[in-house]
T-cell receptor, first 116, second 110 residues
Framework: GAVVSQHPSRVICKSGTSVKIECRSLDFQATTMFWYRQFPKQSLMLMATSNEGSKATYEQGVEKDKFLINHASLTLSTLTVTSAHPEDSSFYIC????????????FGQGTRLTVV | GQNIDQPTEMTATEGAIVQINCTYQTSGFNGLFWYQQHAGEAPTFLSYNVLDGLEEKGRFSSFLSRSKGYSYLLLKELQMKDSASYLCAVNGNAGNMLTFGGGTRLMVKP
């Protein structure tokens, strides 16, 4: 299957700092990428849909000024958690789908963010 | 709105068969996916159903009934490594995005 690379896999940062997470589709072009957050023992919650060359679409309750998403190319999307707080500590996962048809989503490895 | 339900936890014995159910109520339907997720890792694709019926893939099978808004994932000859969370996800109408159920944590015991 297609490969989606996400890094860093783990990051620890101080409260008030910003953290950038990268998501790359390595062997296909991803017009759309999705960013999820997952708290322990819970399912994936969609945060935003990232479309190449346009502004991301955020789900209700997700602060767009806090979670900055950039999708500058067909193979790269980034999520920046700004002014991180301990409650932002979570597992962040990106996924990408090839093309616009109904295809399986390929997931990145996930990023474990810990804010201290 | 979107509503996807699946049991929170299940326990089964090594070598046995287990069925994980998923019911959904979504605005539009363009297919249902099952993913496996081990703790701390990203989900991995197991199956995709868009038409009614059973899709078999080795030890894993998935069934869909669109009229009932129902799917199940069947795992045969359970192995210890099958202990994981199993996520049911529906592709609705909007934006080609997946909506995930809460996941079912399966524990396989010797």
């Amino acid at each position: 299957g297609a490969v989606v690379s996400q890094h860093p896999s783990r990051v620890i940062c101080k409260s008030g700092t910003s953290v950038k997470i990268e998501c790359r589709s390595l062997d296909f072009q991803a017009t759309t990428m999705f960013w999820y957050r997952q708290f322990p023992k819970q399912s994936l919650m969609l945060m935003a849909t990232s479309n190449e060359g346009s502004k991301a679409t955020y789900e209700q309750g997700v602060e767009k000024d806090k979670f900055l998403i950039n999708h500058a190319s067909l193979t790269l999307s980034t999520l920046t958690v700004t002014s991180a707080h301990p409650e932002d500590s979570s597992f962040y996962i990106c996924s990408a789908r090839a093309g616009t048809g109904i295809t399986e989503a390929f997931f990145g490895q996930g990023t474990r963010l810990t804010v201290v | 709105g979107q509503n996807i339900d699946q049991p929170t936890e299940m326990t089964a014995t090594e070598g046995a068969i287990v069925q994980i159910n998923c019911t959904y109520q979504t605005s539009g339907f363009n297919g249902l996916f099952w993913y496996q997720q081990h703790a701390g890792e990203a989900p991995t694709f197991l199956s995709y159903n868009v038409l009614d019926g059973l899709e078999e893939k080795g030890r894993f099978s998935s069934f869909l009934s669109r009229s009932k808004g129902y799917s199940y994932l069947l795992l045969k000859e359970l192995q210890m490594k099958d202990s994981a969370s199993y996520l049911c996800a529906v592709n609705g109408n909007a934006g080609n995005m997946l909506t995930f159920g809460g996941g079912t944590r399966l524990m396989v015991k010797p």
